[in-house]
């Protein structure tokens, strides 16, 4: 009989290193401090620097994106056409920070044409199976992207800084995203003890949403008086819109990665993951979002 480390944890290969034992965080929460400090570090410095060049993180983080949804798929025996929709992406990001919503649908249309015909090359098995999987795909990751570009476009193309419209957009889009999801977590590990989808995501629970609503409330009331110069009831409509589309993107992301029996898309993060394990609650955010703000903020 083979000789077993008595500290392995079940489910541990035997002979092999024991597994580190995150807590309830279930995370490694140094690296993940460390990681986010790094990447909110090169936003801002993008953004109050020259908020151009934050169009290159938003595309850089589109195609790696899309890369880590087609090494997901590719578990289900799905072959992601990455090409078409990585150049496609990009486009959509770049035309709609460059000329606006109209020209967005327009690219996003072209992308979606473009792509089914590029799968023609492979022939007719699997083509609706991986055309659907590349439609779903554009339109989570470069579709809804491309609404980041669109709230940065506000107070113009060039710039940057607090008084820019666009970065401070986008600064309080972050924010009270971050916020929500810190909440949400906070509440959860702390006083979690009603789980709000068992099935799809255990961890998460009715009393971590309730930190995530009064966190983002409290931050969309902060930030919309103190950043936006807006009416602090608008800030209530944006902490409960991101309290409410941040849970459902992060149940959605959930679902898929349960679907395709898979933890994390990737480990290119360190601590937290993949990229679109990050992504999922800005993405599920950022149109609503956009709307609200263009409307009753930057146009009212």
């Known amino acids: 009989m083979p000789m077993t480390n008595p500290t392995t944890p ?20 140094r690296a993940a401090f460390t990681s986010a400090f790094l990447l909110i570090g090169a936003i801002l410095a993008s953004l109050l620097l020259w908020k151009t060049a934050f169009m290159v993180i938003v595309v850089a983080a589109v195609v790696v994106a899309i ?5 997901g798929l590719g578990a289900k025996d799905i072959d992601l056409p990455e090409e078409p929709l990585m150049l496609g992406g990009a486009v959509m990001v770049v035309v709609a920070y460059v000329f606006g919503a109209d020209a967005l649908v327009t690219a996003t249309a072209v992308t979606a044409l473009v792509t089914m015909l590029w799968l023609l090359r492979r022939g007719i098995d699997g083509y609706v199976q991986n055309a659907t999987a590349s439609l779903f795909t554009l339109v989570y990751v470069p579709f809804l992207g491309a609404f980041v570009a669109l709230l940065l476009r506000e107070g113009g193309l060039y710039g940057g800084g607090f008084e820019n419209d666009g970065v401070r957009g986008i600064i309080v889009f972050i924010a009270v995203t971050v916020l929500s999801d810190t909440g949400g977590y906070a509440a959860g590990v702390l006083f979690g003890k009603h789980p709000m989808a068992p099935v799809i995501s255990p961890k998460k629970s009715w009393e971590g949403f309730a930190g995530s609503v009064v966190f983002s409330v409290a931050a ?6 103190w950043l936006l110069d807006g009416r602090w009831w608008v800030g209530i409509f944006l902490g409960l819109i991101v309290a409410v589309m941040a849970t459902l993107g ?4 959930s679902v898929v990665k349960r679907d395709l029996g898979i933890k994390d898309m990737s480990q290119v993060i360190p601590g937290h ?19 609200l703000l263009h409307h009753l903020v930057f146009r009212a």
């Not at 092999?16 to 995370?27: E, F, I, Y």
């Not at 890369?67 to 090494?71: M, N």
């Not at 969309?220 to 008086?225: E, F």
């Not at 609650?281 to 979002?289: D, E, G, M, N």
């Open 10 to 29: 079940p489910g541990a290969p035997a002979g092999g290193p024991p597994v580190k034992d995150h807590g309830r965080a279930g995370r490694d929460l």
């Open 273 to 291: 993951g993949g990229l679109m394990d990050r992504l999922d609650s800005l993405l599920a955010t950022i149109a609503p979002v956009w709307l």
């Open 67 to 71: 890369w880590e949804l087609g090494r």
């Open 220 to 225: 969309g009331i902060v930030a919309m008086v």
């Open 250 to 253: 992060d149940l959605c992301e």
